[in-house]
């Protein structure tokens, strides 16, 4: 029989993730697969990992809070967006962590926990919706384009407490990133642009994390 340590390596190995005595920590690392699988050498996060794992922290009566740590370039727009809808929907309170990097659809990933965390020295990308790849040059393809872009900002906007137009400005700014649209915040930019709640380390996200469960017990 597999002792606790045992187990837990093995989770963090396959999943990416553990489950301490009370607490459940999602890494989010790399590139989000989506539907489609990413080349090996690719360091990535599964969705299909990602899914089931918020259903069984949801359920268990043993887990009483998510901590998610984010160091992610982006990837699969609706698997991100899938996974931020589902932590946006969890009753168990859940803190997130920007370490690193937080980009492109890692965006709406920090913003779905109740409360949310930013290294002072990590950064955040906010671009257009973009496909890598053959597209079809028809208006139907760019509608599908705008569409998309509107529910992560609507999600952003929703769980945050950033403006969308103030979101979009700095989605379709130019000049700020060589060769491409959109905008680099800074951990403290992020926070005064009103996308991310605080700047702070591990310490401060356990810290919120305890202190949103105590309040969530004594309900």
Partial sequence: MKDKRSENSEQIKEMGSVTTSSIHCLAVI???????????????TK??????????????????????VLNTVGGDVEAGLAIAEMVASMKKPSVSLVLG?????????????????????????????????????????????????DRIIRFVT???NISADRFKALMNSTGGLMND??????????????????????????EK???????????
Avoid at 109 to 120: E, G, N, Q
Avoid at 211 to 216: D, F, H, Y
């Fill in 30 to 44: 790399g590139q989000i697969e989506g539907h489609y699988i990413l080349p090996q050498q690719n360091k990535t």
């Fill in 47 to 68: 969705y299909e990992h990602v899914i089931p794992s918020l259903v069984a922290i949801e359920e268990s009566p043993d887990i009483k809070g998510l901590l998610i």
């Fill in 101 to 149: 990097g937080g980009h492109s659809i890692g965006v709406p990933l920090a913003v779905s926990a109740r409360y949310s965390f930013i290294a002072p020295s990590a950064t955040m990308i906010i671009h257009p919706v973009r496909l890598n790849g053959l597209i079809i040059g028809v208006p139907q393809t760019f509608s599908y384009f705008e569409k998309t872009q």
């Fill in 158 to 160: 929703d769980n945050s």
């Fill in 181 to 206: 649209v959109g905008t680099m915040l800074s951990g403290e930019e992020a926070v005064r642009e009103g996308l991310i709640d605080a700047v702070g380390g591990l310490k401060e996200a356990m």
């Fill in 209 to 219: 994390l305890y202190e949103l469960i105590g309040s969530e017990e004594r309900k």
